[in-house]
């Protein structure tokens, strides 16, 4: 099991940029696949990024492509999210997520593990 804490949220003018970072527990973090997902007000969860084994093999939301990079740190057991050129919709809680690696091929079916979020808003 792995346990998950997502910092750096925060609060950004439009076109700013923030770095979120989400720590986790445990001695085989290189073995997980970790995950974005994002929750705005009144809407469901989703995607963002992902990255499955090194910082090489990444997948993004097409709203985010461009302007937003997952990559870890398997020697910090962290996963990190730049964002920059943020846009107001991009406001929303952010989530980290960890599954098992062995689960995925080049995408993962689906994650266990999620931290508590960290809130980012982006005026205009």
């Known amino acids: 099991q792995v346990q998950l804490v997502e910092s750096g949220g925060g609060l950004v003018q439009a076109g700013g940029s923030l770095r979120l970072s989400c720590a986790a527990s445990?001695?085989?973090?290189?073995?997980?696949?970790m995950a974005w997902y994002r929750q705005a007000p009144g809407k469901e969860r989703e995607f963002v990024a992902d990255?499955?084994?090194?910082?090489?093999?990444?997948w993004y939301a097409d709203s985010v492509k461009g302007r937003f990079t997952i990559s870890r740190d398997n020697t910090k057991n962290t996963v990190y999210l730049q964002m920059n050129n943020l846009k107001p919709e991009d406001t929303a809680v952010y989530y980290c997520?960890?599954?098992?690696?062995?689960?995925?091929?080049?995408?993962?079916?689906?994650?266990?593990?999620w931290g508590q979020g960290t809130q980012v808003t982006v005026s205009s």
């Open positions: 990255v499955i084994g090194s910082s090489t093999n990444t």
């Open positions: 445990g001695r085989t973090f290189s073995s997980y696949a």
């Open positions: 997520a960890a599954t098992h690696e062995i689960r995925c091929g080049s995408t993962c079916p689906g994650y266990e593990y």
